[in-house]
């Protein structure tokens, strides 16, 4: 028995069916360093974003990829922002450390 089988027979079968992980293809990161099927799944199926994200999608006419994206928008124009005013801050203490 060689790692593979081993890995196919009985590891990868345990953490899904008995530990309810999902078995999911390599990932690919976008521009915006985010995992957009991650983030779909977290919106749509966690218990806290299910309502919330039913009632956006009916906003968006049911269309789940511009949804998807303005929420990226927003979260990107979020990350800006902090760093913006990060580097403001550290300025500041530069300017005032001389």
Same mark, same amino acid.
Request: aromatic share 10%.
């Given at each position: 028995?060689?790692? $593979?089988?081993?890995?196919? %027979?009985?590891?990868? =079968? +345990? +953490? !899904? &069916? &008995?530990?309810?992980?999902?078995?999911? %293809?390599?990932?690919?990161?976008?521009? *915006?360093?985010?995992?957009?099927?991650? $983030?779909?799944? +977290?919106? @749509?199926?966690?218990?806290?974003? %299910? %309502? =919330?994200?039913?009632?956006?999608?009916? /906003?968006? *006419?049911?269309? /789940?990829?511009? $949804?998807?994206? &303005?929420?990226?928008?927003? #979260? @990107?124009?979020? *990350?800006? #922002?902090?760093?913006?005013? +990060?580097?403001?801050?550290?300025?500041?203490?530069?300017?005032?450390? !001389?």
């Amino acid at each position: 028995m060689n790692e $593979l089988h081993l890995q196919d %027979k009985f590891i990868i =079968p +345990f +953490f !899904r &069916d &008995d530990l309810g992980y999902k078995e999911v %293809k390599a990932n690919t990161v976008t521009q *915006s360093l985010i995992i957009e099927e991650d $983030l779909q799944e +977290f919106i @749509s199926n966690t218990e806290l974003n %299910k %309502k =919330p994200y039913e009632q956006l999608l009916k /906003k968006y *006419s049911g269309n /789940k990829q511009k $949804l998807l994206a &303005d929420l990226i928008g927003v #979260r @990107s124009n979020d *990350s800006k #922002r902090w760093a913006n005013m +990060f580097a403001c801050d550290l300025q500041k203490l530069v300017w005032e450390a !001389r």
